[in-house]
């Protein structure tokens, strides 16, 4: 059938409105599409923001922006805490200084000397011993000594007496003289007169510690002595005592010496006033205490010989 005019109006008409209505609604499409990919994708929840972690020192703030821009918070300066101050410690007093004790007295006729008898004294004898080593023959010569009732004098160093304070103390319990023998027993001839003091005070004030007074008897270390070293312990308070025999024991066996050696020794030198030189200690070398074995013998045969004892008080009247 052959279409009429009309009927091709028609369709050109439908196919023109198709076509419009087509581009309309890819227009719309596009309008849509275009919207959904500017804006933001829907989030599940609430954004959570995580903390920076903290850093030793702050960081410059970044710049804000919005209304909190136009009014930022005052930057508060550091607190500055001022230190405490420390109470500083007070000078306590100044020490008071060490005043030796005074000396004891002794008669002025002994200055200058160096005593080898007890002058004026009669048939008596003192018996002295030395100690500057050890302390070996200390218990047979005191228990000689208590048995036969027989006082004698002892020269202690101050080493001798720190050592052995407990030694001390029986030689003065048991009524027996102290006397000083210097701190360490050098020989005093070398020594200036400072050193010398230091030596005789130093030994006094250790005796003294260890319960005896030493004043005011004092015997050079080896006998070294002269007028000067005399003088210096004479102002010092001290009357300066030697001997008239030494037993020699201090030898020892090693040396020769035997009991009989120091026996014959003290007889040997007997004479009204006699001072004994004897020792405490052991010998070095063979652990001899010859003195104090030889005591008991000592003892009677200057008993048989008629004579007495005394200590060195007798010097000093005592």
Do not use: C
Not at 105 to 119: A, E, I
Not at 145 to 164: D, R, Y
Not at 183 to 204: M, S
Request: hydrophobic share 40%; net charge negative; no cysteine.
């Amino acid at each position: 059938m052959t279409p009429t005019p009309a009927g091709t109006a028609r369709r050109r008409s439908a196919a023109v409105l198709l076509t419009l209505v087509l581009l309309a609604l890819a227009v719309v499409i596009a309008v849509v599409i275009a919207g959904r990919a500017g804006s933001p994708p829907p989030s599940a929840g609430p954004a959570v923001i995580s903390p920076e972690p903290a850093t030793t020192s702050p960081s410059p703030a970044a710049p804000a922006t919005g209304p909190a821009a136009e009014s930022p918070e005052p930057v508060q300066p550091p607190v500055v805490v001022p230190p405490i101050p420390q109470p500083q410690p007070q000078p306590g007093p100044e020490p008071e200084p060490i005043t030796p004790p005074p000396s004891a007295p002794f008669p002025p006729s002994l200055r200058g000397q160096d005593l080898t008898v007890l002058p004026g004294a009669g048939n008596v004898v003192a018996l002295t011993f030395d100690a500057g080593a050890n302390a070996e023959g200390l218990p047979k010569i005191l228990s000689t000594l208590s048995t036969k009732g027989v006082p004698a004098t002892f020269f202690l160093t101050g080493t001798w007496a720190a050592s052995n304070p407990g030694g001390v103390g029986q030689i003065a319990a048991a009524g027996h003289r102290v006397a000083n023998h210097s701190l360490t027993h050098p020989g005093f001839t070398g020594l200036p007169d400072p050193l010398i003091a230091d030596q005789v005070r130093g030994a006094e004030q250790t005796i003294q510690a260890a319960g005896a007074d030493p004043r005011p008897f004092f015997r050079f270390p080896f006998g070294e002595r002269d007028a000067r070293t005399i003088a210096a312990v004479n102002d010092l308070g001290y009357v300066s005592v030697r001997w008239t025999v030494d037993t020699l024991g201090w030898k020892g066996t090693s040396g020769g010496i035997s009991t009989q050696t120091v026996t014959d020794r003290v007889l040997g030198g007997l004479q009204p006033g006699e001072i004994v030189l004897m020792h405490i200690g052991s010998n070095p070398d063979d652990g001899s205490t010859l003195d104090a074995d030889a005591l008991a013998q000592v003892i009677d045969r200057i008993s048989s010989a008629g004579y007495g004892f005394v200590t060195l008080d007798q010097l000093v009247g005592g």
